[in-house]
Every structure is written in structure tokens, then in C-alpha cells.
């Protein structure tokens, strides 16, 4: 079974506007967190956000902003104010548990952003 | 100051072939991991080093895959007599330490033809 779950394979959104791109996972560890990396045409990836799963808020990070409701086990990223820098491959990952170190990703999903 | 660096940063080869892969990370960064990545799909986790302790190998493909950290530093991954399906970047991560976040290379691109 997928641990992580990223069903949208491509998003389109006006520059300046907000996304939500969505990840649900699965784990039964009590202990976990929850990743969101950018690969732009590069091929980098790059660190976004992090979400532990005993952290009592919502994690931000400038126009960068988890929406963690973790009875639904889902992590979705919110971009504000979309910019053409912005297009790129999204992709979700979890340590599922204190014992593991390894992420395991999702199959990511692309975002185009227009002018 | 320098993230993770990987060379070579392309590497075509024939099949039976073997490759070495190299990853310099962050200084004083005490973990290291190599992911895998095909074409269109999600990272797959390969190896993990931390400090001195054994290496967590659960993610190898296969025993033509292995990985040693000299030093708690530079990392190297070779697989030995390169199949097609081998074919994929490979990418290095290194982290302060358990439970931070993780720092990519720009990856190998490895072309087995």
C-alpha cells in the first residue's frame, strides 16, 4: 500500500493567485513527519516545510503553509501568492516513525504556474 | 557556505559495467542518504549512514548495490555490473542529525545503455 498519496498529477494556477496541493499518508506510528521538497526543471530539491506529528500547529514558512489535519492523516501544502518561480515538481514525504530515518515520497506532482 | 556536492554529475555506460557514484555533504553534517529516482517518479530510498553506527541498507535493489561513508564524510556508491533498469539519478542527502530536515545534491544522472 501507498504510504504517501499525491493524486493530483498536474496543477495549473494564475500567478499571484493561492494552491493547495494535497498529500495524504498512512502510518501507524504515533511519531512522525511530514515533508514538503520543490524540484524545479533543475533537478534539485529543495526543503519547503516541515510538520511533526505532535507539533501543535500548523507549520509555516513565508508564502509556505501546511494545513495538517491529521485525523484525515493528510498534509497539504498551500502556496499564497503564486510566482512563475513557483513551477515545479511538489513532492510529499514522511519518517513514519522514530525508528527510521529514510523519507518515503510520493510520486509528486507538478504545478505550472501562468502570468 | 557549501551544500551537498555529487560527481560526475552525468555518467553514461554499458551494461556489465561498474559505476562509482560520489557525495561530498554539507560539513558537519553527521547523516548521510542516497534516494533513487526514475524518470516521472517519486524519490526511492536506497541507504542511510549516521555517525558511526551500522548503515540502514533496507532500501538496496539488490546485492550489485553498496555504499561506504569514509571518514563520517564523503560517501560513494557503486553498483557493480550495471543493468538498464539501472538507469535513474541518483541523489545525496545529508542532515544535521536524526529527525531534521534534509539537504539534496544536484544528483548523477546514470545512463546504462
Same mark, same amino acid.
Given at each position: 500500500a501507498q504510504k504517501i498519496t499525491q493524486t493530483q498529477p498536474g496543477m495549473f494556477v494564475q500567478e499571484k493567485e493561492a494552491v493547495t496541493l494535497d498529500c495524504t499518508y498512512d502510518t501507524s506510528d504515533p511519531s512522525y513527519g511530514l515533508f514538503w521538497y520543490k524540484q524545479p526543471s533543475s533537478g534539485e530539491m529543495i526543503f519547503l516545510i516541515y510538520q511533526g506529528s505532535y507539533d501543535q500547529q500548523n507549520a509555516t514558512e513565508g508564502r509556505y503553509s501546511l494545513n495538517f489535519q491529521k485525523a484525515r492523516k493528510s498534509a497539504n501544502l498551500v502556496i499564497s501568492a503564486s510566482q512563475l518561480g513557483d513551477s515545479a515538481m511538489y513532492f510529499c514525504a514522511m519518517? /513514519? !516513525?522514530? $525508528? @527510521? /530515518?529514510k523519507l518515503v515520497f510520493g510520486k509528486g506532482m507538478k504545478l505550472t504556474v501562468n502570468p | 557556505g557549501a551544500g551537498v556536492s555529487q560527481s560526475p554529475s552525468n555518467k553514461v555506460t554499458e551494461k556489465g559495467k561498474d559505476v562509482e557514484l560520489r557525495c561530498d555533504p554539507i560539513s558537519g553534517h553527521t547523516a548521510l542518504y542516497w534516494y533513487r529516482q526514475s524518470l516521472g517518479q517519486g524519490l526511492e530510498f536506497l541507504i542511510y549512514f549516521q &555517525? !558511526? @553506527?551500522?548503515? =540502514?541498507? @533496507? &532500501?538496496?535493489?539488490? =546485492? $550489485?548495490f553498496s555504499a561506504e561513508r569514509t571518514g563520517g564524510s564523503v560517501s560513494t556508491l557503486t553498483i557493480q555490473r550495471t543493468q538498464q533498469e539501472d538507469s535513474a539519478v541518483y541523489l545525496c542527502a545529508s542532515s544535521l542529525g536524526t529527525r531534521n530536515e534534509q539537504f539534496f545534491g544536484p544528483g548523477t544522472r546514470l545512463t546504462v545503455l
Amino acid at each position: 500500500a501507498q504510504k504517501i498519496t499525491q493524486t493530483q498529477p498536474g496543477m495549473f494556477v494564475q500567478e499571484k493567485e493561492a494552491v493547495t496541493l494535497d498529500c495524504t499518508y498512512d502510518t501507524s506510528d504515533p511519531s512522525y513527519g511530514l515533508f514538503w521538497y520543490k524540484q524545479p526543471s533543475s533537478g534539485e530539491m529543495i526543503f519547503l516545510i516541515y510538520q511533526g506529528s505532535y507539533d501543535q500547529q500548523n507549520a509555516t514558512e513565508g508564502r509556505y503553509s501546511l494545513n495538517f489535519q491529521k485525523a484525515r492523516k493528510s498534509a497539504n501544502l498551500v502556496i499564497s501568492a503564486s510566482q512563475l518561480g513557483d513551477s515545479a515538481m511538489y513532492f510529499c514525504a514522511m519518517r /513514519e !516513525n522514530t $525508528r @527510521s /530515518e529514510k523519507l518515503v515520497f510520493g510520486k509528486g506532482m507538478k504545478l505550472t504556474v501562468n502570468p | 557556505g557549501a551544500g551537498v556536492s555529487q560527481s560526475p554529475s552525468n555518467k553514461v555506460t554499458e551494461k556489465g559495467k561498474d559505476v562509482e557514484l560520489r557525495c561530498d555533504p554539507i560539513s558537519g553534517h553527521t547523516a548521510l542518504y542516497w534516494y533513487r529516482q526514475s524518470l516521472g517518479q517519486g524519490l526511492e530510498f536506497l541507504i542511510y549512514f549516521q &555517525g !558511526n @553506527s551500522a548503515p =540502514d541498507k @533496507s &532500501g538496496l535493489p539488490s =546485492d $550489485r548495490f553498496s555504499a561506504e561513508r569514509t571518514g563520517g564524510s564523503v560517501s560513494t556508491l557503486t553498483i557493480q555490473r550495471t543493468q538498464q533498469e539501472d538507469s535513474a539519478v541518483y541523489l545525496c542527502a545529508s542532515s544535521l542529525g536524526t529527525r531534521n530536515e534534509q539537504f539534496f545534491g544536484p544528483g548523477t544522472r546514470l545512463t546504462v545503455l
